[in-house]
């Protein structure tokens, strides 16, 4: 079982909205702002999507947002489109024993 | 450009150990950050399992402390990982990553193209 919980799958059309969460405990996401978001497609390598719960490294979409509130930290991507079709990981830093916790992976489709 | 690239035999014996390295380009390991591995079980989600700083520090996931080594040989600019006692439950696509740590931020914002490891006799 995964240190931080999100949901198995979400779904949407191009062109929507979809938000993605991740729930933690104070001991990682609601304790630190530390929360970052990997974007992974069939047979690659994670990619960072967004770090430090609301910053977008150089060249990632504008499309993509974080936030958080609490425990719970969230991924949007706005203006869906079919090449976001992918797996989307959250992490965290954490202070409980390990460096860094994973959430189990939300398997994004694009209908 | 930051890259990474692993290496390593593909396929282990149980109860083997099973060493991996990781080349780093583009950016000298000695400069700072902090260089991890995490694994990916077929069709699964990612595990963190260890990570170095460039002082030589070392952090383990608790669940692999005991049979997880993790090293940085900085003239060759790259960094190794050894896992003993393999079985099965480890046959996994393992990536290795650089992570920013305190200074540079927690994220892993460059990984490798990951390596399938195959624990099989």
């Known amino acids: 079982q995964s240190a931080l919980t999100q949901p198995a799958s979400v779904s949407g059309s191009p062109g929507q909205s979809i938000t993605i969460s991740c729930t933690g405990t104070?001991?990682?996401?609601?304790?630190?702002?530390?929360v970052s978001w990997y974007q992974q497609h069939p047979g690659k390598a994670p990619k960072l999507m967004i770090f430090d719960v609301t910053n977008r490294p150089s060249g990632v979409s504008t499309r993509f947002s974080g936030s958080k509130s609490g425990n719970t930290a969230s991924l949007t991507i706005s203006g869906l489109q079919t090449d976001d079709e992918a797996d989307y990981y959250c992490?965290?830093?954490?202070?409980?024993?390990?460096?860094?916790?994973f959430g189990g992976g939300t398997k994004l489709t694009v209908l | 450009q930051v890259q990474l690239q692993e290496s390593g035999p593909g396929l282990v014996k149980p109860s083997e150990t099973l060493s991996l390295a990781c080349a780093v380009s583009?950016?000298?390991?000695?400069?700072?950050?902090?260089w991890g591995w995490v694994r990916q079980h077929p069709g699964k989600g990612l595990e963190w399992i260890a990570t170095?700083?460039?002082?030589?520090?070392?952090y383990y996931h608790p669940s692999h402390k005991s049979r997880v080594t993790i090293s940085v040989d900085t003239s060759k600019n790259q960094f190794s990982l050894k896992l003993n006692s393999v079985t099965a439950a480890d046959t996994a696509i393992y990536y290795c990553a650089r992570w920013g740590g305190i200074a540079n931020g927690r994220k892993f914002d460059y990984w490798g193209q990951g390596t399938l490891v195959t624990v099989s006799s």
């Open positions: 104070r001991s990682d996401v609601g304790g630190y702002n530390y």
């Open positions: 170095i700083d460039y002082t030589g520090d070392t």
């Open positions: 992490s965290s830093y954490t202070s409980s024993g390990t460096l860094v916790v």
């Open positions: 583009g950016y000298s390991i000695r400069s700072g950050y902090y």
